[in-house]
């Protein structure tokens, strides 16, 4: 199927490894022109090589931390001076760290919000009038499946998550007239670099192996196994293309049915 997204531009945010990386390879195979950016400039370049080997175009890559206002201001003006406007922006960002609400204090509480919540709202903010002038946009934001079913020590991704897909719903329906799409993809367990950390740190609790934990994690969901990236990259990649003009305001589970209620 030709997604019909050759002649877009994209932004995908904290894009130097897993599923952001993920994305931004499903649209530059469809032959999109993307940008990247994250906080780690090495894993940057490393990434941005690999996808010039793989697909021989070689994504834009920024340095952006997401926190941080300024920084995303600047990167959004390096893509639009390269690409001179975005297309697709698709708003992933590093995981909150885990915890059990008396173990959050309020500084880690306000730098998750700034990552999860804000840079959504900031880049947004920025990429919004070029798409209202053009009468095309797709807006895709990353959450998890834990906004249908919260997990235990999740605290920070449990609430934070929900209140970008409330934020999303609200954006849809503002932004609808302007042929703007606005979008969040749930994640089930994907196997990245955050998932084996996060199985180690439980792991070091329990006296298992991390193998045995992310096992034990894969049982838990329907089809038996953890997603790879690509899977959420290819409902990222239908959604951000033509095809998908009619979906909006929705959230789409890439989950493996891991989310035990019907609805
Ligand atoms: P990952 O750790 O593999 O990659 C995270 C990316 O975020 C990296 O590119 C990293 O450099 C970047 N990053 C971290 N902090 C940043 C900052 N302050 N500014 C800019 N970039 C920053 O993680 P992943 O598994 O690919 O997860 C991506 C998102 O999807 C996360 O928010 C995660 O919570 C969510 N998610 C993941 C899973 C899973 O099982 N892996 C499931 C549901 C939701």
């Known amino acids: 199927m030709d997604l019909g997204i050759k002649k877009r531009t994209a932004l995908v945010t904290a894009a130097s490894k897993g599923i952001g990386r993920a994305i931004a390879e499903s649209l530059i195979s469809e032959g999109a022109k993307v940008a990247i950016c ?7 370049i490393t990434t941005a090589g690999e ?14 931390d997401l926190s941080k206002s300024d920084d995303i201001r600047k990167t959004f003006e390096i893509v639009r001076d390269e690409f001179g406007s975005i297309d697709i922006l698709v708003n992933n960002c590093g995981g909150p760290p885990t915890g059990k609400i008396d173990s959050i204090d309020e500084t880690i509480w306000e730098e998750s919000y700034r990552q999860v919540l804000m840079s959504v709202t900031r880049f947004v903010n920025l990429v919004l009038p070029s798409m209202k002038e053009k009468h095309w946009g797709r807006i895709i934001n990353i959450t998890s499946f834990t906004v249908k079913q ?27 007239e302007f042929n703007v799409t606005a979008n969040c993809i749930a994640p089930g367990y994907t196997l990245t670099h955050r998932l084996y950390e996060l199985a180690v740190e439980i792991a070091k609790e ?8 992310l096992g034990e994690l894969a049982c838990e969901v329907p089809l038996k196994r953890l997603a790879r990236p690509d899977e959420i990259a290819s409902a990222v990649a239908f959604i951000a293309s033509e095809k998908a003009g009619y979906i909006t305001g929705n959230v789409i589970p890439v989950d493996g049915g891991i989310v035990k209620s019907a609805f």
Do not use: M, Q
């Open 38 to 44: 994250s906080s780690n400039e090495e894993n940057l």
């Open 51 to 64: 996808i010039k080997e793989n697909y021989g175009e070689e994504p834009l890559w920024i340095k952006c």
């Open 150 to 176: 919260p997990i235990k020590n999740f605290v920070l991704s449990n609430s934070l998550r929900s209140a970008v897909r409330g934020y999303t719903k609200t954006l849809s329906n503002e932004i609808g």
């Open 206 to 213: 329990t006296g298992d192996s991390h193998e045995h934990i």
